[in-house]
């Protein structure tokens, strides 16, 4: 990978699907290159997934963040693009701060709704069948969004939908939707984020 390569940072704490996608699309670029991994859980699938794409990757605690370690390892390993992928722990403001514009965070459904503390994964979708029973709702989604100080209500950068059946949907079938937007279009319009807010010409924004 050339010097000259844009260095990408991921966040995880779960089994890394996403961040799996990310690394791969990646990986024969010269322009941009994931140069960390980085998690909050020692037993992350997210690491297995690094580890065998020979990314470089790092354990932290929840102290570490909290000091301003990561912001602090980011920093001094020339990390120019944050990319969220399942992490689960509030960003502190210090990396917030590091990190403008740069920083991009996935959430499961079509923020502003379904957002805030506590929303994350299977609760998103149990939240979002309770809203469609309710005749609240008709569609879901996905959002990536520029992250800021508080959960989920930076400015969102990107959002796929798609309908819901109120006769037959159940959450567990709303997070197959939802799973199968991130498929499709986490990984590319993270790279179109990189793209736009380090201005890297030679990366395709379709």
Same mark, same amino acid.
């Given at each position: 990978?050339? *010097? ?8 995880? %704490?779960?089994?890394? /699907? ?8 990646v ?5 941009? *290159? ?8 020692? %037993? /992350? ?17 929840? $102290? ?12 001094? #390993? ?6 969220? #992928? ?5 960003? !502190? ?14 959430? !499961? ?21 309770a #809203? ?21 209500e ?12 109120? $006769?037959?949907? $159940?959450p *567990? ?8 937007? *991130? ?13 736009? /807010?380090? /201005? ?7």
């Amino acid at each position: 990978m050339a *010097e000259a390569a844009a260095k990408l940072a991921i966040l995880a %704490s779960g089994k890394g /699907s996403n961040a799996e996608r990310l690394m791969r699309l990646v990986a024969n670029r010269d322009d941009v *290159e994931v140069a960390l991994v980085a998690t909050n859980h020692a %037993s /992350s699938g997210v690491l297995d997934c690094a580890r065998i794409l020979g990314v470089p990757t790092w354990v932290f605690d929840k $102290t570490t963040l909290a000091a301003g370690g990561v912001t602090e390892k980011f920093v001094q #390993a020339g990390i120019r693009f944050v990319a969220l #992928a399942g992490f689960l722990l509030k960003v !502190p403001e210090d990396l917030v701060a590091a990190y403008p514009n740069r920083m991009m965070n996935l959430h !499961p459904a079509l923020l502003p709704a379904f957002g805030g503390k506590g929303m994350y994964g299977r609760h998103v979708h149990k939240a979002v069948h309770a #809203a469609m029973q309710r005749g609240e709702v008709t569609e879901t989604g996905m959002t990536l969004h520029w992250v800021n100080a508080e959960y989920d209500e930076g400015p969102a950068f990107f959002q796929a939908r798609v309908p819901l059946d109120g $006769t037959a949907d $159940t959450p *567990e079938s709303i997070e197959h939707k939802v799973k199968a937007l *991130e498929e499709a279009h986490y990984a590319p319009q993270v790279l179109r984020a990189v793209s736009e /807010s380090l /201005s890297l010409s030679g990366i395709a924004t379709r």
